[in-house]
T-cell receptor, first 114, second 110 residues
Framework: DTAVSQTPKYLVTQMGNDKSIKCEQN?????MYWYKQDSKKFLKIMFS???????INETVPNRFSPKSPDKAHLNLHINSLELGDSAVYFC?????????????FGEGSRLTVL | RKEVEQDPGPFNVPEGATVAFNCTYS??????FFWYRQDCRKEPKLLMS???SGNEDGRFTAQLNRASQYISLLIRDSKLSDSATYLC???????????FGKGTTLSVSS
């Protein structure tokens, strides 16, 4: 069983399109995250949800909208895709109040915008 | 000072070598620190946690110097399988997420 699973793993699309990435975790964690890793391999926090409540919203264009239907799922919708959105998007999960240092990451969703 | 800074490398070493990576952090209130490992085209995974002055796990030793706000990772007797990017990680000021350094790339050759 995959602990944190993301779909799709690869996504190639044209500028201006809208796309979504889904994430699910079966670890019973209460907190989920989206991180973006750009072409320079820099891994940067985008959003964090704790029990469906948004707790971190970094400086991210409002074209990016996260949605958490329940604490096991955190999806990311991106409107009007731009070239600079090309990156690997990692979903992760953890327990908020114990051992915040141990994040479990999904395998990543590699987005290429043409 | 940036939140987390690392020497990006790459570090190219032969098998059996000892190699050390350094990391500095800006939040003097941080109580916990972490090293993650990321293989090429894979997700990051936790390698070690550091809560006091240091931690040792087999060939890997992490040390913390709070006065200098400096963390190090020492790898002894390097193996080919140690080739990866090593990420220095600290919690953000609110303790609600992890901030990752840009990583140090290690390449071990035979």
């Amino acid at each position: 069983d995959t602990a944190v699973s993301q779909t799709p793993k690869y996504l190639v699309t044209q500028m201006g399109n809208d796309k979504s990435i889904k994430c699910e975790q079966n670890l019973g964690h209460d907190t989920m995250y989206w991180y973006k890793q750009d072409s320079k391999k820099f891994l940067k926090i985008m959003f964090s949800y704790n029990n469906k409540e948004l707790i971190i919203n970094e400086t991210v264009p409002n074209r990016f909208s996260p949605k958490s239907p329940d604490k096991a799922h955190l999806n990311l919708h991106i409107n009007s895709l731009e070239l600079g959105d090309s990156a690997v998007y990692f979903c992760a999960s953890s327990f908020r109040d114990r051992d915040i240092g141990e994040l479990f990451f999904g395998e990543g969703s590699r987005l290429t915008v043409l | 000072r940036k939140e987390v800074e690392q020497d990006p490398g790459p570090f190219n070493v032969p098998e059996g070598a000892t190699v050390a990576f350094n990391c500095t952090y800006s939040n003097s209130a941080s109580q916990s620190f972490f090293w993650y490992r990321q293989d090429c085209r894979k997700e990051p995974k936790l390698l070690m946690s550091v809560y006091s002055s240091g931690n040792e796990d087999g060939r890997f030793t992490a040390q913390l110097n709070r006065a200098s706000q400096y963390i190090s990772l020492l790898i002894r007797d390097s193996k080919l399988s140690d080739s990866a990017t090593y990420l220095c990680v600290v919690p953000n000021q609110a303790g609600t997420a992890l901030i990752f350094g840009k990583g140090t790339t290690l390449s071990v050759s035979s």
